[in-house]
């Protein structure tokens, strides 16, 4: 599969199949199994099992993401899945331009099978897998080479 077959989207649609494959539902459980020194939006002593309870994806504001670009490769499958919509959404903005969260997402969905991210990502269901898919599509007009590269190696393992 070429990276450049099938539909295009813009952000809108994108958004929208992120919206709709992509529950919004406060998260109560664990987020990491390891420590990790707090981000910039966490307060001293607490990690991304603290300051994500009780949160839902739309809850992350855009620095929040910005500032956190791959924050999402150490999260658990369970909460891959409650929080990797604001990830995506960010990456879904200015698909014509450069996005430097698109691009970790890119980097990162290229490098699946390796730590954490392998047995995250296998909590994905088929339809949220297809709104990356469509993300991925979407993005290689704009992207350049190395990415374009990255996203015909993850389009053709189809995870």
């Avoid at 839902?56 to 855009?62: G, N």
């Avoid at 999260?75 to 960010?90: C, E, K, Q, S, T």
């Avoid at 890119?106 to 909590?123: C, D, E, N, P, V």
Wanted: with cysteine; hydrophobic share 35%.
């Amino acid at each position: 599969m070429n990276g450049s077959d099938g539909p295009m989207c813009g952000t809108e649609e994108i958004q929208r199949m992120i919206a709709n494959e992509f529950p919004s539902h406060p998260y109560e459980g664990i987020v990491m199994e390891e420590y990790h020194p707090p981000s910039v939006y966490e307060s001293e002593g607490d990690d991304l099992n603290t300051f994500l309870k009780g949160k839902t994806w739309r809850d992350l504001i855009p620095d929040f993401v910005n500032t956190n670009e791959d924050e999402y490769v150490l999260m658990n499958g369970i909460a891959l899945v409650a929080f990797l919509g604001a990830w995506l959404w960010r990456a879904a903005e200015d698909l014509g331009g450069n996005n430097q969260v698109r691009s970790s997402l890119i980097f990162h969905l290229a490098s699946y099978g390796t730590g954490l991210w392998k047995g995250a990502f296998k909590s994905l269901n088929q339809s949220q897998r297809d709104v990356i898919h469509s993300l991925l599509k979407s993005t290689t007009k704009s992207a350049d080479q190395k990415e374009k590269d990255l996203i015909d190696k993850v389009l053709r393992r189809n995870p």
